[in-house]
Nanobody, 125 residues
Framework: QLQLVESGGGLVQPGGSLRLSCAASGSTFDYYAIGWFRQAPGKEREGVSCISSSKSGDYRNYVDFVKGRFTISRDDAKNTVYLLMNSLKPEDTGIYYC????????????????WGKGTLVTVSS
């Protein structure tokens, strides 16, 4: 069974940057596609970005409201996926989760095989 642990969240001013990490343990990581999701206060969880397995060519996708600001990457040697977030806005505030999927190429919706517990990002002056 795969365990996922997110880290890197915190309080940042608007316009600032954070790099989130999603570290995996317990199983082979490189076969999974990874998705980053977030849940803002009072809202449902939504997809932010995803990356396919390395064997599928590291295909990446972003939702429109983060395109040009966020960058997803993976390091299979470290069993870790990163989300670099630049030009942060107050509306980026929320709990950020990573999830893995063994079947889909680059999941941004729906159920995932495993989830982490999330890391809180607060963008405020």
């Amino acid at each position: 069974q795969l365990q996922l642990v997110e880290s890197g969240g915190g309080l940042v001013q608007p316009g600032g940057s954070l790099r989130l990490s999603c570290a995996a343990s317990g199983s082979t990581f490189d076969y999974y596609a990874i998705g980053w999701f977030r849940q803002a206060p009072g809202k449902e969880r939504e997809g932010v970005s995803c990356i396919s397995s390395s064997k599928s060519g590291d295909y990446r996708n972003y939702v429109d409201f983060v395109k040009g600001r966020f960058t997803i990457s993976r390091d299979d040697a470290k069993n870790t996926v990163y989300l670099l977030m630049n030009s942060l806005k107050p509306e980026d505030t929320g709990i950020y989760y990573c999830g893995v999927d063994a079947r889909r190429l680059c999941p941004l919706t729906g159920a995932m095989d495993y989830w982490g517990k999330g890391t809180l990002v607060t963008v405020s002056s």
